[in-house]
């Protein structure tokens, strides 16, 4: 069977976690895949370390001379790309086994208007030691329009694109003050959804690491993108709006709301309502959200990983986390892996341990 699927994984001195995310890969039941490994320019021998996992010819590798930042890496490894999906995997994260096939699976079957498929995330935090101390799940949901997800303050994950919808909006930007180095998913994803159509699936199908080193630990620089990125994508959208901010956690920073320019224009968009009626287009999706999930009305509703950067462990504690739905590890409804319908690894057919012949328990 001809790949269907690209992986795109950048990567700059990622240290020990590297090997996970590669290995994560390679465990893949859906197996007709590509991985295109972009070098960002690291201090250290990154390729010749994994050299025995690089050598399969699924595998490729670019290294760039200089660290040119994730959008300039990403859009590199795209201009590699053959397959009619792409899905971006960071160095410091993992895929489940079943994560891609019920991507591929899922593809084939939506329409050409739909630009991007994720699922639901599983959220990992780790002290200095690399001990987890904290685990959350954050499901998606559909959007309504570009408003909906512009209020959302969300990303998706993972992002299983399509490759003609990502390159007809010229790949990740990087026309922003710092080039693309930060808040790249966002950005593209603001863009995409001017012209796509996003899909999301009840499938834990990404996980997600939490450490010191995480680029998103820069506060001021993600407080300062997300104003510009909010900005910029309004004004590309007709400048009919002003957007409200609110400073949250240690500094980060989410959009609240959207202010008329005009008294022509409708009343106040708050967070989560629909946008503006006469311009409102309800997203056609071809698969139905599956029974019983439970769609969050906002990302608010489970707390940004990124939102306790730079906090210690007691400091942590005083946020209650863990104590309330959707704070921590399994503690409330549909909060845990394998907690709700279609939310953990085997809950789906084919997706574990002894669900195919010949596999325990078959």
Excluded at 185 to 203: A, G, M, N, P
Excluded at 231 to 236: I, K, T
Excluded at 266 to 286: F, M, R, Y
Excluded at 342 to 348: D, I, L, M, W
Aim: aromatic share 10%; charged share 25%.
């Amino acid at each position: 069977m001809k790949e269907q699927v690209t992986v795109l994984m950048p990567v700059y001195n990622p240290g020990r976690y590297l090997e996970e995310a590669l290995k994560s890969v390679f465990i893949q039941l859906y197996e007709d895949w590509r991985l295109i490994l972009i070098d960002d320019g690291s201090d250290e021998e990154v390729l010749s370390s994994n050299s025995t996992i690089l050598h399969d010819k699924r595998v490729e590798c670019i290294r760039l001379p200089h660290n040119e930042g994730q959008s300039k890496a990403l859009n590199k490894g795209l201009e590699r790309v053959s397959t009619p999906y792409v899905v971006q995997l960071d160095s410091d994260d993992w895929f489940y086994p079943h994560t891609l096939d019920i991507l591929v699976r899922e593809a084939v079957l939506q329409p050409e208007n739909v630009g991007i498929i994720s699922g639901n995330i599983h959220i990992v935090h780790e002290d200095s030691e690399g001990q987890r101390f904290m685990t959350e799940v954050y499901k998606g949901r559909f959007f309504r329009n570009k408003f909906d997800f512009l209020l959302s303050n969300t990303s998706v994950w993972p992002r299983f694109y399509r490759t003609s919808a990502l390159r007809s909006i010229g790949g990740w930007p990087t026309d922003d003050p710092y080039e693309g180095r930060y808040l790249e998913d966002k950005r593209v994803l603001l863009r995409l959804i001017e012209k796509y159509d996003f899909h999301w699936v009840d499938y834990m199908l990404y996980n997600h690491r939490r450490h010191n080193n995480n680029q998103t630990n820069q506060i001021d620089i993600y407080a300062e993108m997300t104003e510009w990125t909010v900005r910029n994508a309004l004004e590309r959208w007709g400048g009919k709006y002003e957007p409200e901010f609110m400073a949250y956690g240690v500094g980060w920073k989410k959009v609240t709301g959207l202010l008329p320019r005009d008294s022509f224009y409708h009343e106040k968009i708050e967070g989560t309502a629909d946008a503006e009626s006469s311009l409102a287009v309800e997203v056609p999706q071809l698969n139905a959200a599956p029974p019983n999930s439970k769609n969050l009305d906002s990302f608010d509703e489970v707390d940004h990983p990124s939102m306790y950067s730079g906090l210690t462990y007691e400091q942590l504690g005083q946020f209650g986390l863990g104590t309330a739905p959707g704070r921590g590890p399994g503690t409330g409804p549909n909060t845990g892996p394998g907690t709700g319908p279609g939310t953990g690894p085997g809950t789906g057919p084919g997706t574990g341990p002894g669900t195919g012949p010949g596999t325990l328990g078959g």
